[in-house]
């Protein structure tokens, strides 16, 4: 085997390698409580990192078995795989820019508004009451608001010590700003005076309802989104960089085969 064809082989090996992270992302995502009840980033990574996979198997067989055909399959999906990546990379960081928790008196934990996020995320929990019925379905089957009752029994741990995710901060709790007074993480005591907000008035003790309906809650749902797709999207940008730089080595022992073969026919020729 010429010297451009075994670095053709390692090059598409390795860009077998460079679709586990791609996929692991995906996966990873799809393990998230949050990003299973929305169901919108994880199966297009996934899509993508397999695709990547196949794409880089035709690559190394055409190299290592010397079918040139295979090898301008590969450059040329793989060409546009990359800038699917980079699409989707832009993709995530535009729509996950805008987006943050609020500190409010006397608590440890953030909220958070709906209308911080950005149009194109709202519009995916917002966008008919048939959706969110089916996301807030979901998020009440999980065990995120049993947890906080697990870990935090007494007011002064839960006020002014807790952690809590965005979700949780969300949907198992009355917004602050109600009033309400804690007996348990997800029991509240309603207050006294009466309020204008209508987050107050969907909460429910009820441990199936809660704040499932409100808009904190979706305004948590979406922080926890940005939060996971800001992560995933270093991922992909690393792996991104990584793959540019293999299929430029790639391009690199193409042409270095194409560039043997001619000098090879004209050597025949010239005989």
């Not at 080595?249 to 073969?261: D, L």
């Amino acid at each position: 085997m010429a010297v451009p064809n075994t670095i053709m082989a390692v090059v598409n090996f390795v860009a077998m390698l460079l679709s586990i992270p791609i996929i692991a992302v995906g996966i990873w995502l799809a393990t998230r409580a949050d990003n299973a009840c929305v169901q919108l980033l994880q199966w297009p990574i996934i899509a993508v990192g397999i695709v990547v996979l196949v794409v880089a198997l035709a690559g190394f067989v055409g190299a290592f078995w010397r079918v040139p055909w295979l090898l301008l399959f590969y450059l040329v999906a793989m060409l546009v795989l990359v800038l699917v990546m980079a699409g989707m990379v832009i993709f995530i960081y535009a729509v996950t820019l805008d987006g943050s928790g609020h500190r409010v008196p006397n608590r440890a934990y953030l909220e958070y508004r709906l209308e911080d996020y950005s149009g194109w995320l709202r519009q995916r929990v917002e966008g008919s009451a048939e959706k969110w019925n089916r996301i807030k379905k979901c998020l009440s089957s999980t065990t995120e608001c049993e947890e906080l009752n697990q870990t935090y029994r007494l007011a002064q741990d839960f006020l002014n010590a807790a952690r809590i995710s965005p979700l949780q901060s969300g949907c198992c709790k009355p917004p602050t700003e109600c009033g309400y007074t804690f007996v348990n993480p997800t029991y509240w005591i309603s207050p006294t005076s009466a309020t204008t907000e209508m987050d107050c008035f969907l909460w429910s003790n009820n441990q199936t309802v809660l704040c499932y309906s409100c808009s904190s809650c979706k305004a948590g749902l979406l922080a926890e989104l940005r939060r996971e797709w800001r992560r995933a999207d270093v991922v992909l940008v690393v792996t991104l960089v990584a793959l540019i730089i293999v299929y430029a080595m790639g391009c690199y022992a193409f042409r270095s085969v194409k560039t043997q073969e001619l000098l090879q026919r004209y050597k025949q020729g010239y005989t």
